[in-house]
């Protein structure tokens, strides 16, 4: 199981932090992903570590003011989030992959389990 949680409603320039608390599998197998989906638009891939081996992935748009980290004694990955815009709002998702896959961490169709997401609203 991952669940997650976090998210709120801030105004634009606002900063965040988002938790991702694993259960139930191996946590160090596991590479633990960022998703998010706004309303009408598809679920992306914003970032991924690998806490075993300390690798961090990004997607280009968002490396500037998205921090991944993670504390495996927790089982917990972190997802800071600064400089909030506006088209940050959607529902961010935390998601769990094989490391053997980790390659493929912003293919939904890869993921093995999903949290259950927390909404982020960011206003101007």
């Known amino acids: 199981q991952l669940q997650a949680s976090g998210g709120g409603a801030v105004q634009a320039g606002g900063s965040l932090r988002l938790s991702c608390v694993a259960s139930?599998?191996?946590?160090?197998?596991?590479?633990i992903a960022w998703f998010r989906q706004a309303p009408g638009k598809e679920r992306e891939g914003i970032s991924c570590?690998?806490?075993?081996?300390?690798?961090?992935y990004y997607q280009p748009s968002v490396k500037d003011r998205f921090t991944i980290s993670s504390d495996s004694a927790k089982s917990t990955v972190y997802l800071q989030i600064n400089s909030l815009k506006p088209e940050d709002t959607a529902v961010y998702f935390c998601?769990?992959?094989?490391?053997?896959?980790?390659?493929?961490?912003?293919?939904?169709?890869?993921?093995?389990?999903w949290g259950q997401g927390t909404l982020v609203t960011v206003s101007s």
């Open positions: 998601a769990a992959i094989p490391t053997v896959l980790v390659r493929h961490w912003m293919l939904p169709s890869e993921i093995s389990y």
């Open positions: 139930g599998f191996t946590f160090d197998r596991y590479a």
């Open positions: 570590v690998v806490s075993r081996d300390d690798i961090t």
